[in-house]
């Protein structure tokens, strides 16, 4: 088992999680670095914006996305999060997979108010968009019957996968030092914001998902 790593920092925000990734990649990451897009401009960030309007973009999302615009879907790039969904979404693909996601779907496999980050033919995750604050990471595969908040942020999300990094573990992490590591960086940056069910069945009513989530699709 991999050393606990939680000492490396106790900065959960997501400017520090990105610090954490550059240092990995400009020294043992070099692969995925140069996979990684220039950082979004304002113009591909009013284009996601304009394309889940009225909603907001998440401003981690927007802090990611400023750092690096996500990976190249094809040909597929070394995926930087240790996620089975690919490598990370820019903006030009997260437009083209909310549209395929809200429109082209039912509306309880998809909830407008989840920007997706990650897809791979059937699955995909996909940030919780939320007035204040953080919101949760969630996974959603439609060959699963239950949907999964895998993390409390993405900036939690990031700190795991940099603890990946960091232990020479990306980008193909054994499956239960992956869920470890995202499980303790997802309690160290605390779940106030999603008093929830973490697993949540999938079913066409939505029946278990919060109100808000119900609401924006309608449901």
Not at 2 to 7: E, F, G, H, S
Not at 32 to 38: D, L, N, P, Y
Not at 55 to 79: C, D, F, K
Not at 129 to 148: K, Q, W
Request: glycine share 6%; charged share 25%.
């Amino acid at each position: 088992m991999v050393a606990n790593l939680l000492d490396v920092t106790d900065d959960v925000s997501i400017e520090a999680a990105l610090e954490r990734l550059s240092a990995w990649m400009s020294q043992d990451g070099l692969e995925i670095q140069e996979s990684m897009r220039a950082p979004a401009t304002d113009r591909e960030l009013d284009e996601l914006r304009r394309a889940i309007e009225p909603y907001e973009v998440p401003q981690e999302l927007i802090t990611m996305l400023r750092w690096h615009n996500g990976q190249p879907r094809e040909p597929a790039s070394l995926p930087l999060l240790p996620l089975p969904e690919g490598p990370l979404l820019g903006t030009g693909d997260a437009v083209k997979s909310y549209k395929f996601l809200t429109e082209d779907l039912e509306p309880w496999q998809w909830c407008p108010l989840w920007v997706p980050i990650l897809q791979h033919r059937w699955s995909q995750t996909g940030v919780e968009i939320v007035p204040d604050g953080p919101g949760v990471v969630v996974e959603a595969d439609f060959g699963n019957p239950h949907l999964t908040i895998i993390s409390s942020s993405l900036a939690a999300l990031l700190h795991a996968t940099a603890d990946m990094a960091e232990a020479g573990l990306l980008p193909n992490p054994p499956y239960s030092e992956r869920e470890r590591l995202i499980a303790a960086r997802a309690e160290q940056a605390g779940w106030s914001n999603w008093p929830h069910d973490r697993i949540i069945p999938h079913d066409e009513e939505g029946s278990n998902w919060p109100e808000r989530w119900r609401e924006a699709s309608g449901l």
